[in-house]
């Protein structure tokens, strides 16, 4: 298990596939709702219901996707394969995701259904060995922060670059016809994604690899996770932070729409926020040679409780107190992402030293599986909230209804920070604990 620093090439190429992942999620995060509601015509309540459906079920199939990854074995790794082998089939679930066939009511629900759940499926099945690769690419914390933390930059980016660029293509590629402009849009992405997940392939290598002899249930694996403290904290605290992070992002299309009446402002507002979010996940391996990875996710929550709150005093014509709190969100949850990944691989080292036995893509699979639930939870409040305020789509917003927005901006996603505060007290982990680990699983071993 060497502690060779990893070559720059390397790290960079694996930080290029989640600027492709996030040709994806950017899209799905921002755009699928109101994609949904204003441009395919099914209602907020039957799309909100929808992906609730949707992200749960496939939730569930996270867990299953990385139990079959732990167990491939191929002479390029467990992982990378999955990096070509699941590139072309999610660009095709991505293009028919945003296609708006003309079925009826019930017909063009159930569309909405199947795609969405197949290009989430796709997704699942690329995205969990990704995730567990940067666990498997090096033993070192430090090394694994770097990973991450480019990682992000480029993931940022990513997102920068869809919610800067995407409406401008829609128009462009459409031509006036706005249907065909999101497929076309959506194919495009789907294409660069596809290019960014082939460098990472050729790029990357993994460097550890399971006990020689073990020989594990997936039952066995599920076990260990559950008797995991410190994944089981990261499970929930993914899941409270992506509650946050998708209410804010989700409702930002409707907020400058019908309370700022400035939908111009969306292209600029969502990409500052990345650039923010980049120059933060830039820091994070800076700061976790300084403070401790529990105490610093502590601080940028709170942090990030502070700013969404004051969100709530905002006037709707104080535009640049509302990119000043944008770009400091973007500051303190930027570190988040890397961190948390960082972490996740920890969790791993702590499995595998205290049972024997390490499944690297069911450990991260925690990582996707939260987020999922946590999207679900979130559009799920947004289309009960919208609901019951009497949302319109395409049409001057009651008082309610505008309040509502603002709260699902500000307030709400606070509190969700603040419990995110309270979870990571339950989190074992420290710096001290983590060289112990490394130092027996060492000992235990012989470099690859």
Known sequence: MSATPLPWHEKISYGLADMGFNFYWANIATFLMMFYTDVYGISAA???????????????TDPLIGAVADRT?????????????????????????????????????????????????????????????????SAEP?????????????????????????????GLLGAGDEQCGWQLTMLAWGVLASLLFVVTFFNTRERIAPPPRQKTRVRDDIR????????????????????????????????FKYVV???????SFLPAYMAAAAAGAA???????????????????????????????????QIGAMYA????????LGPKSPLAFSMYADTADYNEWRNGRRATAMTFAAATFSQKLGTA????????????LGYVPNAAQSSGSQAGIVWLMSIIPALFALLAVAVMFFYNLDSHKLRQIQADLMARKVPL
């Open 283 to 317: 820091l994070t391996p800076l700061m976790t040679r300084f403070v401790d990875k529990k105490t610093l996710m502590m601080l940028l929550m709170s942090l990030t409780a502070l700013f969404s709150a004051a969100f709530f005093f905002v006037d709707a014509t």
């Open 325 to 332: 709190l944008q770009i400091a969100l973007g500051l303190v």
């Open 73 to 137: 074995s191929t002479r390029f790794g467990k992982f990378r394969p999955y990096l070509v082998w699941m590139a072309l089939p999610l660009a095709g679930a991505g293009v028919l995701t945003y296609t708006t066939p003309d079925l009826g009511g019930n017909g063009k629900l159930a569309w909405a259904y199947g795609t969405y759940l197949l290009m989430m499926v796709c997704y699942t099945c690329i995205n969990i060995p990704y995730n567990a690769l940067s666990g498997v690419m």
């Open 46 to 60: 039957a799309a909100a219901s929808m992906m609730f459906v949707i992200k749960i079920v496939n939730a569930f």
């Open 224 to 255: 260990d996770l559950a008797g995991n403290r410190p994944w089981m904290v990261l499970l929930f605290l993914a899941l409270i932070i992506m509650v946050s992070i998708t209410l804010r992002t989700t409702t930002a299309a409707y907020y």
């Open 142 to 170: 430090q090394e694994r922060s770097t990973i991450n933390g480019l990682r992000f930059i480029f993931a940022f980016a990513g997102s920068m670059l869809v919610t800067a660029a995407t409406p401008g293509m829609v």
């Open 261 to 267: 009446e400035r939908p111009d402002l969306l292209k």
């Open 377 to 388: 939870l979130a559009v799920g409040v947004i289309g009960a909230v919208f609901t019951a």
